[in-house]
């Protein structure tokens, strides 16, 4: 996910995103842990994109508290 992408969307949409990605991630460790990963890659990218969805989510906060 591009941060382009990230920043087009709104404040709820993040927190849609957010979830979901944090739900994905979830589904990644328990299939790394039963050995049923095709694609252990997929789990720090998708690390990094939750990054990405809470570091654009604090900068529009402290952007609305100025």
């Known amino acids: ?9 709104s404040g709820e949409e993040l927190q849609k995103e957010l ?4 739900e ?5 460790r328990f299939q790394h ?3 049923q990963l095709e694609n ?3 789990l720090s990218a998708v ?3 939750i990054a990405r969805v809470k ?3 604090r900068e529009q906060e402290l952007k609305a508290n100025k």
């Open 1 to 9: 996910m591009k941060v382009e992408e990230i920043r087009k969307k």
């Open 19 to 22: 979830l979901a990605l944090k």
């Open 24 to 28: 994905e991630l979830f589904k990644l």
């Open 33 to 35: 842990a039963t050995n």
């Open 40 to 42: 252990p890659l997929r």
């Open 47 to 49: 690390r990094r994109d």
């Open 55 to 57: 570091t654009i989510m």
